[in-house]
């Protein structure tokens, strides 16, 4: 597990990102902390939509250390797409080192009610927009492969896709069970056994009401914290470079 980080280190990186690759607009204030939404520089590309978050739990810090990387060297994969992106979506959390947000709430099971200021930035952000991949990172802490959750139609072809991306820098996993569900390479098939589930968890939020498809990334955090963040980029390469397929 991972304990307190410096969230004022990774809002003072956020605001220092170049215009030239992002713009930066605060989505919410939670107790005390910014919570950003970056989105692409106008483009005359009608590529595919991206959207794309990281630090939904707090404890699970790669991906958000991946997403403000990526930018942050100039990383031409985001170049030409249109996206959005929240690279800390549990600021609180993240400065404590909690799974929770500051009021002790899964921010991940918080998207059916209103009342949780993170899932509500979301949502006012995101109204009406529409786009072909919803990315976002995770960690499980005690995986020591990759794995991921795919919702979406062409079931499997993009998780498979992007998990042989994720094979060159991090163990990918190859059980047939994992946590219980069936897995192919890596990939939970996200099915009607999940609609027991609604859409509490940001993943079944986006793929209901905005998102074709969704990858749910889960990097194994007892690696070391470097091969998660590399592992996490890759995937989001590579869930870019096959947006359009
Ligand atoms: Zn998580």
Partial sequence: MTGPRDYNAIAARIRALPSSRCTVDLA???RGHPLYVLRSPPSP???PRLALSAGTHGDEPAGVEAVVRL???GDSTLAGFDWVAFPCLNPAGYAEGTRENGAGVDINRSFENEEVAE???VKRVLRGAAFDVFIECHEDWEASAF??????DAAGALGGRVMAEVARECPVSHASDIDGMRAVDGVIQVDEE???YGHRSLALYMWRFHAKRVLTCEAPGSLPFEQCVTAHM???RSA????GL
């Fill in 147 to 152: 794995y991921m959750f795919e919702c979406g």
């Fill in 28 to 30: 919410a204030t939670v």
């Fill in 45 to 47: 590309s009608r590529g």
């Fill in 194 to 196: 999940f609609a027991e």
């Fill in 240 to 243: 870019l470079a096959n947006a």
């Fill in 119 to 121: 899932a509500l930035a």
């Fill in 234 to 236: 890759a995937a989001i």
């Fill in 71 to 73: 930018l942050e060297t």
